[in-house]
DNA sequence: CCTCGTAGGCGTACGGCGTACTCCTACTAG
DNA sequence: CTAGTAGGAGTACGCCGTACGCCTACGAGG
């Protein structure tokens, strides 16, 4: 009956990650994803009630092209659960802008619940049950979503570790070498390095 | 010479820390901070040259009572980083509105240097060294923050937790059946239970 | 074929935001 | 006494999210 809808939630999210990968997250408006698709700014409000929902939708389509199979069985476990974490890192890190909306929506996103199902089934070949694997999901869920965080909008990233290195050394020695050391770490090598203490902590 | 200033910088804070704690971090503006001084809106330029510096100030402030003094030497190096770890949380939690504020500020604000150097202290004595240290460090600050984030802010903090129990059981068996279990599971039991998983690894 | 209900689309408007700029006032160090 | 600075108020601009109302195009029921 009525006249067809001439917009896809799925076109109105790649509209908006259009603007956040071009012009930052900051630039992210109704207005401007408005703009980016050609109509007024009001016509958004037809397809989401909400800017909140808009945003989930771009977190929807950013863990879209997130891979929730199983890895190859045969790996170890935590291999596995590696390979899981890896994979969202990736993700998520693929639309740097857009990290903190995905971060903070990611529970509400089905890509970041296949994510979960995944990893607790890898969890649980690993004999891994009950509160103990209630505690190991969540503690993975705080230190990758932490870790990300830190990596690309925390203090270590950009102006935060020259300003550390600039610290007074006799009130802050540790730091201002740890500082030093920090260079030489990559940010691969600091994620996953990280992500084995969690893992081997994991055992017996 | 000049006119005395009528305003510190702790007591913006104060009033701004008010403001969120009563009407919430989205209450946040410098309109309301300067009505809750009994100021016009642009007299707080003359102390901060931004929000972003007010926000600053916030964090300071909350950081502020966290207490970065080394616990008691004799007690195991993991519980002593526990100790600080608990100590971190508590101050942030403190103010329950302000907790994205003071996770995203944390790094610029002197107690939570403070807080670091404390912690590289006991890891050092611990004899952890060089780039593990840094990885160790930085695999800390990711996972509590990260969980201090999930606690209050994440899927399983109010709504979330139900959401994930409504879930279609045969899609996400392991999610659902973990949800119903979580409840078992008490924030503290969780955190530090996530934590212990940490510290456990960096063994060895 | 006509009509009627619905979705599309546009424009206007409101109250809030951060902040640039201007003007006058009150104070105090010389 | 005077000069110079901080305090304080006001106005203004361009954003924001979004409530609301109007006309238009369509397609299914009669």
Redesign the interface.
């Known amino acids: 009956m009525p006249r067809p809808r001439s917009l896809t939630p799925d076109r109105l999210a790649a509209a908006a990650l259009a603007v956040i990968d071009r012009d930052g997250l900051a630039a992210l408006s109704m207005r401007t994803v408005a703009r980016e698709l050609g109509m007024s700014p009001m016509g958004l409000y037809r397809y989401v009630s909400d800017r909140e929902e808009l945003e989930g939708l771009v977190v929807d389509r950013v863990l879209g092209d997130l891979d929730t199979t199983p890895p190859a069985a045969d790996a170890p476990w935590r291999d596995r659960i590696e390979t899981m974490v890896g994979r969202l890192r990736d993700a998520v890190v693929r639309h740097p802008e857009a990290i903190q909306l995905t971060l903070?929506h990611r529970?509400?996103a089905p890509g970041g619940?296949l994510w979960?199902?995944t990893v607790?089934?890898i969890l649980?070949e690993a004999g891994i049950d009950?509160?103990r694997?209630?505690?190991?999901?969540?503690?993975l869920?705080?230190?990758?979503?932490?870790?990300i965080?830190?990596e690309h909008?925390?203090?270590?990233a950009g102006t935060?570790t020259s300003?550390?290195a600039a610290?007074p050394e006799d009130?802050?020695?540790?730091?201002t070498q740890?500082a030093r050391?920090?260079g030489?770490?990559g940010p691969d090598?600091?994620f996953f390095?990280?992500?084995?203490?969690?893992?081997?902590?994991?055992d017996g």
């Open positions: 903070t529970h509400r619940l979960s199902e607790l089934g649980a009950g509160t694997r209630v505690v190991a999901l969540r503690a869920h705080g230190y990758v979503t932490g870790a965080r830190l909008l925390g203090p270590l935060g300003a550390i610290l009130r802050f020695p540790y730091l740890t050391t920090a030489e770490v090598q600091e390095g990280g992500l084995r203490l969690l893992l081997r902590g994991l």
